[in-house]
T-cell receptor
Framework: KAGVTQTPRYLIKTRGQQVTLSCSPI?????VSWYQQTPGQGLQFLFE???????NKGNFPGRFSGRQFSNSRSEMNVSTLELGDSALYLC?????????????FGSGTRLTVV | DAKTTQPNSMESNEEEPVHLPCNHS???????IHWYRQLPSQGPEYVIH???SNVNNRMASLAIAEDRKSSTLILHRATLRDAAVYYC????????????FGKGTKLSVIP
């Protein structure tokens, strides 16, 4: 079956702009999480959506937001981009919530802010 | 969340077993131990998880110490495709809806 699909794969934006990243989870998976990966900070949790509701949020500023649609597809938005937002953004989906569920990650969107 | 300590890097010869250690001495009694790996240019990949008993799946085995303060991920025959960063992640048994990644162990496999 198809894996987690993230689009676009690469993106270059200018400081101050905003960006929207998309994630299509595995069919049937209702939980979608987002992570940011940078060389300095490693992998950090951004937020989790389940049944179209944000259930958890990491320690990121309000410029980072997201949403989930009724078909479980998710988008994340970053407004007023800063140079430090350059990172690999990863989406992960799971068939359920909780400790006995594993996550399937996509290959990520590489965002470069110039 | 419980803190973890993993070696920064390890090397293994191809087709030999690999034992990747993780120390999680502050783990609570209800924390599960999850392992993920990240191959170059890819997102992390779930490997295995367990609570108290040793666990096996098609990818690896997980050996959990009796006091649960450490665990070891075992790859029975390393292949070049196993070269990746391996993350040991304790997850609380209740209310755990995110993964907290540390720095992991970078495994190199020598042909």
């Amino acid at each position: 079956k198809a894996g987690v699909t993230q689009t676009p794969r690469y993106l270059i934006k200018t400081r101050g702009q905003q960006v929207t990243l998309s994630c299509s989870p595995i069919s049937g998976h209702r939980s979608v999480s987002w992570y940011q990966q940078t060389p300095g900070q490693g992998l950090q949790f951004l937020f989790e959506y389940f049944s179209e509701t944000q259930r958890n949020k990491g320690n990121f500023p309000g410029r980072f937001s997201g949403r989930q649609f009724s078909n479980s597809r998710s988008e994340m938005n970053v407004s007023t981009l800063e140079l430090g937002d350059s990172a690999l953004y990863l989406c992960a989906s799971s068939s359920g919530r909780g400790v006995n569920y594993g996550y399937t990650f996509g290959s990520g969107t590489r965002l470069t802010v110039v | 969340d419980a803190k973890t300590t993993q070696p920064n890097s390890m090397e293994s010869n191809e087709e030999e077993p690999v034992h990747l250690p993780c120390n999680h001495s502050t783990i609570s009694g209800t924390d599960y131990i999850h392992w993920y790996r990240q191959l170059p240019s890819q997102g992390p990949e779930y490997v295995i998880h367990g609570l108290t008993s040793n666990v096996n799946n098609r990818m690896a085995s997980l050996a959990i110490a009796e006091d649960r303060k450490s665990s070891t991920l075992i790859l029975h025959r390393a292949t070049l495709r196993d070269a990746a960063v391996y993350y040991c992640i304790p997850r609380p048994g209740a209310g755990s809806y995110q993964l907290t990644f540390g720095k992991g162990t970078k495994l190199s496999v020598i042909p």
